[in-house]
């Protein structure tokens, strides 16, 4: 990315267009800052890591509503949402109340805990199913997507309808025991 | 039931697309049997995160960049080893290149006199790299990030303001005194005075990762102010303490002794 700083609106268009050049310029510019609210609150840096990942998404999907805006610079909310996030991670590993200062509380103020457990959640959901191959990827997105089996199996090149269906069953079995088995997957469905 | 049988009833039961009589049942083995209600949950949430396409396309974006961040990361830590390695290698190389450097530095010390400590000042003095190892207690995060942040882009003098302020508002605060004292050495005019006070409060307190580090920017400070005792007992204190700062402190004894 150019060194050329860039505006609050600058950084949010970015997200929205999921422009990888912002991406990867927000990784190096401010992952080191969110490694160290993280360690400095008890966390490692792989949380810290899981961290910055749901901020980027939640903020990109925030940054979808029109009515959508920043009152601080990009900094300043990026590190209050990964804050947020971080606070509701441990409020649930420590099983106590982690109290967010005023500053961060005001930007934050939409983000209920249930809203920031819904997108870890998901967050999870959607990295195990990165994590299939390409193909399966590809079979259950059609099949969700509303794909017919004759138009799964011919843009699959596959040999039958009994066979498409088998492998779509196959995909999604690997999908859910890679979502069972993660360990953060009993604590996000536990109420 | 079989496996695939069940996953296809879920996504029936999911699609709308059960009978009226075969929803009635599924309804009611829901109620009863409560691994397959949470099956439901599941797969309704699985269905969920697949149909939005855009969200997932853009976390594959971020694995994507994450990925890329870490290995160009990764990449120049190797690269730092493949320069120890070639340097290993080129050990005699080295050799030959110090006998013509001291050959030259010898020459020189015969044409040119020694160098002014101001010389001296501005051959050693570079500003402290942040690194990813930044630690420590913070009261005001938010201030904080931001004071590093304009530091990390060279904006040393609002920088400077906003560390003094920290410091201010925690005088304990080692990380904040350090950076205060960085931002004054790099702000122009360098404020020396402040600095050296700040490096001293962190030599003092002697608990802080900082202590070493500031004790080669106060040999430093000493130096550019004309106290050239002071510098030298400074860099012998970090020689003796096995802090050699890549060399820099045997040279810049050297330099001090001619």
């Given at each position: 990315m150019s060194t050329k700083k860039l505006s609050p609106k600058e950084y949010i268009d970015g997200i929205r267009k999921g422009n990888p050049e912002i991406i990867k310029g927000i990784y190096e510019k401010y992952h080191p800052a969110i490694v160290h609210l993280v360690e400095t609150k008890h966390g490692t840096k792989d949380d810290a890591n899981d961290v910055f990942k749901e901020g980027l998404v939640l903020i990109y999907q925030k940054s979808q509503k029109p009515e959508f805006q920043l009152s601080n610079t990009f900094l300043t909310y990026f590190y209050a949402v990964c804050k947020n996030i971080w606070s509701n991670k441990l409020r649930k590993k420590t099983n106590q109340e982690i109290t967010l200062d005023q500053k961060t509380l005001l930007i934050v103020k939409d983000d209920s805990p249930r809203d920031l457990d819904k997108n870890e959640k998901y967050f999870l959901y959607r990295r195990m199913f990165l994590q299939l191959g390409s193909d399966c990827q590809k079979v259950l997105e059609m099949f969700l997507r509303k794909s017919s089996m004759s138009e799964i199996m011919d843009e699959m090149g596959y040999g039958s309808i009994s066979y498409t269906k088998k492998r779509k069953f196959l995909c999604k079995k690997k999908l859910v025991q890679l979502i069972q088995s993660h360990p953060s997957f009993k604590e996000l469905t536990t109420p | 039931m079989h496996d695939q049988k069940i996953y296809e009833k879920i996504e029936a039961y999911l699609n709308g697309n059960l009978s009226a009589s075969e929803l009635n049942d599924f309804e009611e083995q829901l109620r009863t049997d409560e691994e397959l209600a949470e099956q439901v949950v599941l797969f309704k949430d699985i269905h969920f995160v697949i149909e939005d396409e855009d969200t997932l396309k853009f976390q594959h974006i971020v694995e994507n960049s994450e990925k890329d961040y870490f290995e160009s990361s990764n990449a120049n830590t190797h690269s730092n080893l493949d320069s120890n390695k070639i340097r290993r290698n080129l050990k005699w190389f080295i050799v030959m290149a110090v006998i013509v450097f001291l050959s030259v530095l010898i020459w020189n010390r015969i044409q040119h006199p020694a160098p002014s400590n101001q010389e001296l000042f501005a051959l050693y003095f570079e500003p402290f790299v942040i690194n990813d190892d930044l630690r420590g207690p913070t009261k005001d995060e938010n201030q904080f990030i931001k004071a590093i942040d304009l530091y990390q882009e060279g904006r040393f003098d609002q920088a400077s303001a906003m560390f003094n302020t920290l410091t201010e508002q925690d005088h304990s605060n080692m990380i904040y005194a350090f950076y205060l004292a960085n931002s004054t050495l790099n702000q122009?005019?360098?404020?020396f005075d402040l600095a050296k006070k700040q490096y001293e409060k962190i030599i003092t307190e002697?608990?802080?990762?900082y202590v070493s580090d500031s004790k080669w920017y106060l040999s430093l400070i000493a130096l550019v102010q004309g106290n050239k005792n002071l510098a030298r007992s400074i860099l012998l204190e970090l020689q003796k303490q096995g802090h050699h700062k890549n060399g820099k402190v045997q040279n810049l004894l050297d330099q001090l002794k001619e």
């Open positions: - | 122009t005019p360098r404020d002697g608990k802080s990762i």
